[in-house]
């Protein structure tokens, strides 16, 4: 299958890595991956924070330039979560009903990494090896949009090596919620701490989760602490074997 790759704003700027290991994952099951030039940001902080005037022209761009793809994925509930539930909206409030009924049709054929492996390819087992304890954070978007429920823990117990151990409260917001950390961060910081405990509790060496985002605000509040747990993206663990791990 020939698959387009949706980047993500913070995955190209500030965490490559998991945009990285998507493909690696990919390639290593089979498939094409192909990484469209024209795309940027899916323009979720616009719309998050009452600018979607200015968040049209990041729609429109993302239809021109993922319309002639199959196939798209984002290692990012949190963007996926925006095609798919505010695209069209935004395009509609601006009366373009085109533009809307592209974006649906765009978004209906855009998934998260768990989504697409599983709904789309088939595969559960996708020959990981990990050798450490691993807690999981069910982000925001991918539990309470996306709904994908449980695909990403399926995922993560197919993988050989790795010790899932379960979150307390593990539907509980990390607090991070994008530009919601910075307008209230008391309340944000609150949140963080209750969630580095259950994180803690676990005696996990690593927390992962399918938004690079949530793990950048988990990953901050774990090395104030001085923690000995990292923060690590689900498809860098899923891209990993034997090979990798040995390096």
């Given at each position: ?13 500030m ?6 290991a ?12 192909v990484?469209?030039?024209?795309q ?6 616009h ?13 429109r ?60 390819l ?8 990990y ?30 090596g ?13 607090g ?11 309340t ?7 969630k ?6 676990t ?44 390096r």
């Amino acid at each position: 299958m020939r698959i387009a790759l949706f980047a993500t704003c913070l995955a190209d700027t500030m965490f490559p890595a998991a945009a990285k290991a998507t493909v690696h994952l990919l390639e290593r099951l089979g498939h094409e991956v192909v990484f469209p030039v024209g795309q940027t940001c899916c323009g979720q902080m616009h719309i998050n924070t009452g600018y979607q005037g200015q968040a049209l022209p990041l729609v429109r761009r993302y239809v021109r330039t993922f319309e002639p793809c199959d196939v798209v994925v984002a290692p990012s509930g949190s963007c996926v979560g925006s095609v798919r539930h505010q695209h069209a909206m935004v395009a509609r409030q601006a009366g373009d009903e085109g533009l809307a009924a592209a974006a649906e049709a765009v978004a209906g054929r855009t998934y998260e990494l768990s989504e697409l492996l599983i709904d789309v390819l088939g595969v559960e087992d996708v020959g990981a090896y990990y050798p450490h304890r691993v807690t999981y954070h069910p982000t925001c978007h991918s539990l309470r949009v996306l709904r994908v429920g449980d695909r990403p823990q399926r995922l993560l117990r197919r993988v050989r090596g790795l010790d899932l151990v379960e979150l307390p409260a593990a539907e509980q917001c990390c607090g991070f919620g994008g530009t919601f950390s910075v307008k209230n961060a008391d309340t944000s910081t609150a949140m963080l701490a209750d969630k580095l405990q259950h994180v803690l509790e676990t005696g996990a060496d690593v927390c992962t989760a399918g938004d690079a985002s949530c793990l950048m605000h988990i990953g901050g509040g774990l090395s104030r602490l001085r923690a000995d747990v990292r923060t690590v993206h689900l498809a860098e663990i899923l891209a990993s074997t034997e090979v990798e791990a040995a390096r």
